[in-house]
């Protein structure tokens, strides 16, 4: 026998607000996170404008997944999490690296090589 | 106004303050704090798209893994100080011009695009549920989600190799 | 698929014979290990498979290019002699991340998901970011990691809004789907999918480097350990270009108008920006990244005048490319270890003069790899460029075509001046002592690419 489920209404926000808010919503938050990496110099915040832009990208394929209701733009969402988990610790293991010889994160400092 | 929408609203300008913040703040304790608050705010948006799962795994990952992560290195390095010499005005200046051109051309195609609306007859509101998600992830994306274990052994090995210390090396 | 397996496999092994004491063990494994998985590949040779519920999709083609990949990473690991006598440098770990780097290679060239596509892209990224910080007390090597990271991660962010953008226009990430997708739509698909496409493809020729996405290259290249260097402007180079014709031969063919001339407008800057950089430098490894940067602009003609002919092409361009390009390597590393000036090793022309008195084998294969970069006839390199003009005049796209002759022609000025330095420039070169199977793999790319450019028939053969 199968197991009584409650029923689970559409939700609101989808029948209340256009996708395309939400379209306009992750590029806003993209092209702050471009703004991030073109404006500052600290790595660390370059590295997390960066994140931010992954951040959008997640929103943008949960919106188009949940209007469509198709399941795997949310499963790109996993992957997207897991990448993203793996290039911060690779990332930060290289910000870890560089401090250690020069004692300063500042990309503009690193002039060995022209930035 | 009915209570979604203006839920919707107010945590859509919460997240675009505190991304700005990230981007803006010279504290960079104060980018971590400002974009943990706007990974909180997504989290909101998940939930009231019924992507409950992800909401929750966008909680334990982002909030929860990475940020404690970027905290631990900031404080762990003692990067608190507001040291940083920032770029000149022309570069912010241009960066800034590029970002709302980038911005405006993005916007004025996706008024103009089609894009497919939602269709309450064949609508699945489980969707965003652990059942559905699992089994498209487990039977569809199988081969993907292996070889993502390659990718994360990569990132050990590689994160152990870089930020171990070397004989003779200093510690922080 | 075989292979896929094989190399994640292996990888573990070799972290585990990292544990011996014998550091001896682990050039020779690594390189049985490529061997079997070269082999491996093989096995599905004129047999056309989907993978795991339309995953990957495994034809000639892909093993084609998964050969060039593996030839590459197998001359880059016995080339690499001088890890097991460098007391801070971990072979182990090294040779591990080359062999889990190439199974991102290889679903890079065989993805049939975009998902597919973004995990492969991953995985050889990150895998080669560890790999140009590998030196950890040189402070160029985590300069060039850094800026390769951040670079590569703002890269990532670009193709991943322009997978979700396509996602929303078609419904799903499968390169079929979006084929139907166009084909269904009468010529008018949503304006989402148009901007998708422009992002991915910004995404992916950051990472081949192509202009005006190719700032990072010199520092990066110039940075990095010169082997891993050898190893990211081939291998990523081909896994790059592979993973570009199958995107865009495979799902966006219907909409070819489109981006056919964002594409040469492309192949135009960078064929620029790449040839008359590179007459500038002094520094030979400076010179090898905006070459690897102005081959890209070639490889980029076979895929603006995309057809039948420019898939063999590519492949053909891809090996001649690759062959030449890390012998040329493995001779800057033997010639900059003799003169080192404050402790770095010399990277300039001049530390080439003369090579020629007392290392004339040396120099010949440098020589030879040169005359195959510049496409001198002969040479593998000739042909290779040969084919993709060809492409080119099939596609009727004339200017592109006198465009890429003229820069040939300034390719070869500043390939000829390593050349000219070695045979007609006095230097106090010594004779420089080789190990005997670096001499045979030197030797061995140096005959293949007469050989291909003698008789590229026999290649044609196979296609």
Not at chain 1, 103 to 110: A, T
Not at chain 2, 54 to 60: G, Q, R, T
Not at chain 2, 139 to 159: I, W
Not at chain 3, 141 to 158: D, P, V
């Amino acid at each position: 026998m199968q197991p009584t489920q409650a029923p689970i209404q559409i939700p609101e926000v989808i029948q209340l607000i256009d996708l395309k808010y939400y379209l306009i919503i992750s590029t806003a938050l993209f092209v702050i996170g471009i703004i991030g990496v073109l404006t500052r110099r600290n790595a660390i915040i370059i590295f997390m404008s960066i994140e931010l832009m992954l951040n959008s990208v997640n929103l943008l394929l949960i919106a188009f997944s949940s209007y469509r209701s198709d399941p795997t733009g949310q499963v790109f969402v996993f992957f997207i999490m897991a990448v993203a988990a793996a290039e911060v610790a690779v990332g930060l293991a290289i910000i870890v690296m560089i401090y250690r010889n020069t004692r300063s994160i500042d990309v503009g400092l690193l002039n060995k090589l022209k930035w | 106004m009915k209570a979604t929408e203006i839920i919707f609203y107010v945590l859509t300008a919460i997240t675009l303050l505190s991304a700005s913040f990230v981007v803006t703040a010279r504290n960079p304790v104060h980018s971590v704090l400002a974009l943990i608050l706007t990974f909180f705010c997504l989290t909101g948006h998940y939930v009231l798209m019924n992507a409950q799962f992800l909401a929750a795994v966008n909680i334990i990952v982002y909030a929860g893994a990475i940020m404690v992560l970027f905290l631990f290195t900031i404080m762990f390095l003692n990067l608190q100080k507001e040291d940083e010499e920032s770029k000149t005005t022309l570069t912010k200046m241009a960066a800034v011009v590029v970002g709302g051109v980038l911005l405006v051309v993005m916007v004025a195609v996706f008024r103009a695009a089609s894009v497919a609306p939602y269709d309450p007859a064949t609508y699945n509101t489980r969707v965003g549920l652990v059942e559905s998600l699992g089994m498209v992830l487990y039977k569809d994306y199988l081969l993907p989600f292996e070889l993502a274990s390659v990718l994360f052994l990569v990132a050990m090995v590689g994160a152990v190799m870089l930020g171990k210390r070397e004989p003779g090396d200093r510690h922080f | 698929m075989l292979p896929i397996i094989l190399l994640s496999v292996f990888g573990i092994v070799l972290l585990f014979l990292g544990f011996l004491k014998t550091r001896a063990v682990l050039l020779p494994a690594a390189l049985l290990f490529i061997l079997i998985a070269l082999g491996a590949g093989f096995l599905e040779w004129n047999k056309s498979y989907l993978y795991f519920g339309d995953m990957l999709l495994i034809n000639n083609l892909a093993i084609l290019f998964s050969t060039i990949v593996l030839i590459s990473a197998f001359m880059v690991v016995a080339l690499s002699g001088d890890f097991l006598e460098d007391e801070m440098a971990q072979p182990a770990e090294y040779y591990a991340i080359l062999l889990f780097s190439i199974v991102g290679a290889m679903m890079m060239i065989g993805y049939e998901n975009l998902i597919m596509l973004f995990v492969g892209v991953e995985i050889l990224s990150v895998s080669m970011y560890i790999l140009t910080g590998s030196d950890k007390r040189n402070l160029r090597s985590n300069e060039a990691a850094l800026k390769y990271f951040l670079m590569g991660s703002f890269a990532t962010g670009f193709m991943l809004f322009g997978m979700a953008l396509l996602y929303g226009a078609v419904g799903s990430f499968t390169l079929t789907d979006i084929k139907s997708y166009i084909l269904l739509s009468h010529g008018r698909p949503s304006l989402l999918l148009y901007m998708g496409e422009l992002l991915v493809l910004i995404g992916m020729l950051f990472k081949v480097s192509a202009a005006p996405f190719h700032f990072w290259t010199p520092d990066v290249y110039e940075g990095a350990p010169t082997l891993f260097t050898a190893f990211m402007s081939t291998v990523v180079k081909t896994a790059g270009f592979a993973a570009l014709l199958q995107l865009l031969s495979v799902s966006f063919s219907a909409i070819y108008g489109f981006w056919w001339v964002i594409l040469a407008a492309i192949t135009a800057l960078t064929l620029l920006a790449g040839n008359l950089t590179a007459v500038y430098q002094n520094s030979f490894k400076r010179m090898m990244a905006y070459s690897s940067i102005s081959h890209a602009g070639y490889l980029l003609i076979g895929l603006a005048a995309l057809g039948q002919q420019s898939r063999s092409a590519l492949v053909f361009y891809s090996l001649a490319y690759s062959l030449a390009t890390i012998s040329a390597f493995g001779i800057l590393l033997l010639v900059a270890k003799q003169h080192t000036t404050d402790g770095r090793p010399d990277e300039s022309y001049s530390a080439f003069n003369g090579l020629s008195r007392n290392n004339p084998l040396l120099a010949f294969v440098l020589a030879v790899s040169m005359l195959s970069l510049a496409g001198i006839p002969l040479t593998a390199g000739f042909w290779g460029k040969f084919m993709l003009f060809s492409a080119a005049v099939d596609r009727g796209m004339v200017w592109i075509l006198i465009l890429a002759v003229l820069m040939s022609a300034v390719g070869i000025y500043y390939y000829f001046r390593v050349v000219i330095a070695m045979y007609f420039r006095e230097g106090q070169a010594g004779r420089i002592r080789v190990a005997p199977f670096y001499q045979f793999i030197l030797i061995a790319a140096t005959a293949l690419t007469i050989i291909l450019g003698i008789v590229p028939g026999l290649f044609q053969n196979i296609m």
